[in-house]
């Protein structure tokens, strides 16, 4: 006679509170292609500013944090776009 003759089967480990890979329902994870528009925009809008506004320090760092802002949001909203299985 076996001397553990409770043991447990690994399946009766089950961990109820895994969380599966899906996205959280937010604004850029819903229309990821409009913030990709967005973010563009604001990379155009930073490079305008940049270019023509730019003579005094304010203009200079609104163009900096429009560019940075752009930059972030259109790979954010990149990374969110579904992708399409091969098969």
């Known amino acids: 006679m076996p001397t553990n003759k409770n043991k447990r089967k690994a399946h009766t480990h089950s961990k109820p509170n895994v969380v599966q890979n899906t996205q959280r329902p937010g604004l850029i994870t819903s229309?990821?292609?409009v913030f990709v528009s967005v973010g563009l925009?604001?990379?155009?809008?930073?490079?305008?500013?940049l270019t023509f506004?730019?003579?005094?320090?304010a203009m200079f760092g609104?163009?900096?944090i429009a560019l940075i802002a752009g930059v972030?949001?259109?790979?954010y909203a990149k990374?969110?776009?579904?992708?399409?299985n091969k098969d």
């Not at 925009?41 to 500013?49: E, P, Q």
């Open 31 to 33: 229309y990821p292609k």
């Open 53 to 57: 506004e730019s003579q005094n320090n």
């Open 72 to 75: 972030v949001t259109t790979l």
């Open 79 to 84: 990374i969110a776009i579904p992708k399409k």
């Open 62 to 64: 609104l163009a900096m």
């Open 41 to 49: 925009f604001f990379v155009a809008l930073g490079f305008y500013l």
